[in-house]
């Protein structure tokens, strides 16, 4: 089984910060792995997938990146309405799994 | 609009069935994959199983295989989740979403389902 090591698991931060989330994977994932936002009582929202492709309608301030076994989702200027908590998801022949979650506050 | 709309709240007891549905349009069904995911109380999101709707193709997460089945109904483009037996470790928030490229691009608001004596 692919194991997924997601970090921090909670950050705080300020408006206007550069914020980075890591996902990293046991093994290579080429670049299925997903990036998804859920803010309290709401359902998840895609951000990113295949790594580094932003979902339409997501702003440019997100963005993914991949180096070998680790992705990364980075926020480029904290906007009031991203603390939320963060999830990196992997998807292999037909099966999934979801990073354990990174929460971020203020 | 792609849309999927999900059956309400549900209240129930150790040991009874449960069936909850996830009713799609907007798009054309048979052709993507649609994923459960669990998210117990305050806790992370689980992956639960996919259904290719076209053939009926169902993939489960090994723990969740024996726990619940999975199924389509292509007449009314609804994909069902059924548990045959609650525990009270089932109490959930449940979603469905449309399996894009390797991701769910498109969710329902959830099924809160909660098991309680």
């Known amino acids: 089984d692919i194991q997924l090591t997601q970090s921090p698991s909670s950050l705080s931060a300020s408006v206007g910060d550069r914020v980075t989330i890591t996902c990293r994977a046991s093994?290579?994932?080429?670049?299925?792995l997903a990036w998804y936002q859920q803010k309290s009582g709401e359902a998840p929202n895609l951000l990113i997938y295949?790594?580094?492709i932003l979902e339409s309608g997501v702003p440019s301030r997100f963005s993914g990146s991949v180096s070998g076994t680790e992705f990364t989702l980075t926020i480029s200027s904290l906007q009031p309405d991203d603390f939320a908590t963060y999830y990196c998801q992997y998807y292999k022949e037909f099966l999934g799994t979801f990073g354990q979650g990174t929460k971020l506050d203020i | 609009e792609v849309q999927l709309v999900q059956s309400g709240a549900e209240v129930k007891r150790p040991g009874e069935s449960l069936r909850i549905s996830c009713q799609a349009s907007?798009?054309?069904?048979?052709?993507?994959?649609i994923g459960w995911v669990r998210q117990m109380p305050g806790q992370g999101l689980e992956w639960m199983a996919i259904i290719y709707p076209g053939d009926s193709d169902t993939r489960y997460t090994p723990s969740f295989q024996h726990q619940i089945s999975v199924s389509v109904d292509k007449s009314i483009r609804t994909v069902s989740l059924q548990w045959w037996s609650l525990k009270t470790s089932d109490t959930a928030m449940y979603y469905c979403a449309i399996l894009g490229a390797g991701a769910f691009d498109v969710w329902g608001r959830g099924t809160l389902v909660t098991v309680s004596s």
């Open positions: 093994q290579s994932l080429s670049r299925w």
């Open positions: 907007g798009y054309n069904f048979t052709n993507f994959w």
């Open positions: 295949k790594g580094v």
